[in-house]
């Protein structure tokens, strides 16, 4: 299960209320330039009144961004080819949030995709001293630091 916020305005949530599926790509550090690119663009169009002045419409947000679109297997929207994690998923609900400003929108991940250079061999589970997620803290883009323990429940093998 995985639980995100959505502008209740977007395309995105215009998409999930008509169609409850979806992809949620998680990009490595390295690729924050290619996030960036895709802040600034909408794929609603009007334009949002909201985003208006700093966003544009684009229809195609892959190219826009560099990226290449791969077909997802049980979902609809494609997958962003170079992410090294990618989650295929369908929304078990979609609701507003109090202020009506966002969506909260509960999914069950159906499949998972991950790069086989942050699988540990042999197994199922990313190897977390390799796979570091990319992290938008306050406006600024991070990777992890270096790691400090392990939980008594992981089932990572080491």
């Known amino acids: 299960m995985v639980a995100l916020g959505v502008g209740a305005e977007g395309q ?3 998409n999930l209320l008509a169609r409850p599926e979806l992809v949620i790509n998680l ?6 330039p290619a996030v960036e690119r895709l802040a600034p663009l909408t794929g609603r169009t009007p334009v949002p009144v909201y985003k208006r ?21 049980l979902v609809r929207p494609p997958r962003v080819a170079e992410c090294p994690l990618q989650l295929e998923a369908r929304a078990a609900m979609v609701r507003p949030d109090v202020s009506g400003g966002f969506l909260i929108v509960e999914a069950h991940v159906l ?6 250079r942050i699988v540990v061999a042999g197994s199922q ?3 977390p001293a ?4 990319f992290i938008y803290n306050f406006r600024h883009h991070f990777g992890l630091g270096p790691e400090l323990g392990h939980s008594f429940r992981s089932q990572t093998p080491r």
Do not use: M, Y
């Open 12 to 14: 995105t949530a215009h």
């Open 27 to 32: 990009p490595a550090p390295a690729q924050w």
């Open 53 to 73: 002045g700093g966003f544009r419409f684009e229809r195609d947000k892959f190219a826009a961004a560099g990226l290449r679109p791969e077909p997802s297997a």
């Open 111 to 116: 499949r998972v995709h991950a790069g086989p």
């Open 125 to 127: 589970h990313a190897d």
């Open 130 to 133: 390799v796979w570091s997620p």
